[in-house]
């Protein structure tokens, strides 16, 4: 698939041999620079130059396009955590380098990071059931949680600590894109923000277990 040339105003700019492909790439495209709600499927089908029609040959309708787009991304970022996870270092190292992936993705992917939480929100935390389920980026986290601190937290769950960890870099994530995470000298960036919040919370975890 090209890549598109000028804005998604020109429909010139970008060709196709699948249509499917193309209107999924259109929508990420759209939602990117304009938000989830800053096109129609008209838009879509101006943009790859095709009739409205033809789109329902894929796609039952706006949703079902952005549910395709929420579904890539979210692909996308349990791959990235994956490899983060398994990286070299320490059980640590590789946890809280999971969460400096996941804000590198909200900054390369606004396309697919905010399809993912205006199509899906938290569904991401719900376990994944059935054979071959791929592992879901939230459970990806609880299980490097677990590995990390083998011991456990107490009575505290680990889902708990990692929806904590996770509110946390969607929080970074959000105040980045939206250019209010404050800066200037002496000002930590985003992911010195992260690790010294991820160290605090599983630290703070692990000290509560220790003192019962």
């Known amino acids: 698939m090209r890549h598109w040339r000028e804005g998604p105003g020109d429909r010139r700019s970008y060709h196709h041999g699948n249509l499917k492909e193309a209107l999924i790439e259109a929508a990420r495209r759209f939602i990117a620079e304009r938000g989830i709600g800053g096109f129609t499927l008209v838009d879509a089908a101006r943009l790859v130059g095709v009739t409205p029609a033809a789109l329902y040959r894929h796609f039952r309708g706006r949703e079902a396009l952005l549910e395709e787009v929420a579904g890539r991304g979210f692909a996308d970022l349990a791959e990235r ?10 059980p640590l190292e590789r946890f809280t380098r999971m969460g400096e992936a996941y804000l590198a993705f909200a900054e390369e992917e606004p396309g697919y990071y905010a399809a993912i939480f205006e199509t899906r929100g938290l569904a ?30 107490g009575g505290v769950t680990p889902r708990f600590i990692a929806l904590e960890v996770w509110a ?35 630290h703070g975890a692990a000290s509560a277990r220790g003192r019962e």
């Open 124 to 153: 991401a935390a719900e376990p994944n059931e059935g054979p071959g389920a791929r592992p879901s980026p939230f459970d990806l986290l609880v299980d490097a949680l677990q590995s990390t601190f083998p011991e456990g937290f």
């Open 81 to 90: 955590l994956a490899r983060a996870l398994n990286a070299r270092g320490t």
């Open 168 to 202: 946390l870099s969607h929080g970074l994530a959000t105040l980045a894109a939206s250019g209010h995470l404050p800066k200037g000298a002496g000002m930590p960036d985003k992911y010195e923000l992260l690790r010294a919040g991820v160290l605090a919370l599983v």
